[in-house]
């Protein structure tokens, strides 16, 4: 099988829809256990785990708002307590600016409030999933975690706020584990996804705004095409696996070449 994680265990943030859902689901069709987890969309989360197990698969859920280092400190010791380690995780929960909870519009605009509670969750919350990941992996001896960023952390978009200055962060956050934990035996990387269906933030923009798949495809992603969420997920999966084992402190971006123009 490519990509085997027979018995490893995987941990997944945000799993309760899009990327953090089909990743969920990719780990487990490579015969990981996975654990999912999510802060408020519990009813997904749980959906999740039982599209697993209905597949063939071991997952449990377990809720936590990564924002509380004491829900995430739980979390990693609930996700051994179950499985007897923790191989590999994904730390992809995360918020940006919908239009409708969270505003759209430039610095100036941004309150402290949406300030505080993107950064909380997009860049407080990977310390504290990585902080407790790492301090199990090196107990164990080794493992591979995998956040999420954006090409918006790689290119600023006006008009996202905080957003990007949060994703940005997490870039640096990422470089800084992977080199203090090179020697360790743990791997970390980041992903960097570009416009993705099946994420309810490009969902929602495509079904307010029709023509925008047009332009993105037309002007914008160089391939011509909108990534998926399987397309993220695979390459997540991918960086977990022995098949990147000399790879870490990189920033993936899958974005249909966005990145390079």
Request: aromatic content about 4%; some cysteine; overall charge negative.
């Amino acid at each position: 099988m490519p990509m085997d994680l027979e018995n490893k265990v995987a941990l997944v943030t945000g799993g309760a829809s899009g990327i953090g859902r089909a990743a969920a689901l990719e780990f487990a069709e490579l015969g990981a256990r996975v654990v999912v987890s999510t802060g408020s969309n519990v009813e997904g989360g749980e959906e999740t785990v039982s599209m697993i197990r209905a597949a063939g698969g071991d997952a449990c859920f377990v809720k936590c708002d990564v924002g509380s280092e004491a829900e995430v400190s739980a979390l990693v010791a609930a996700a051994v307590e179950k499985y007897g380690r923790l191989d590999c995780a994904f730390n992809n929960a995360g918020i940006g600016p919908d239009g409708v909870r969270i505003p759209f519009g430039p610095l100036t605009d941004v309150t402290e409030g949406n300030w505080d509670r993107i950064m909380n969750t997009n860049l407080k919350g990977v310390f504290f999933c990585l902080k407790h990941e790492l301090i199990r992996m090196r107990k164990q001896g080794g493992g591979a975690i995998v956040n999420t960023a954006s090409i918006g952390g790689l290119k600023m978009a006006p008009g996202f706020g905080a957003y990007g200055p949060s994703k940005s962060a997490v870039i640096a956050l990422t470089e800084l584990a992977a080199l203090e934990n090179a020697r360790l035996g743990i791997r970390v990387n980041v992903v960097c996804p570009g416009p993705t269906v099946g994420t309810r933030l490009m969902d929602n923009n495509l079904a307010s705004n029709p023509e925008e798949e047009a332009l993105l495809k037309e002007r914008v992603i160089p391939m011509g095409k909108l990534g998926t969420v399987v397309d993220v997920a695979r390459s997540v999966v991918w960086l977990c696996s022995d098949y990147a084992s000399h790879v870490t402190g990189q920033a993936l971006s899958v974005d249909g070449g966005m990145h390079a123009q």
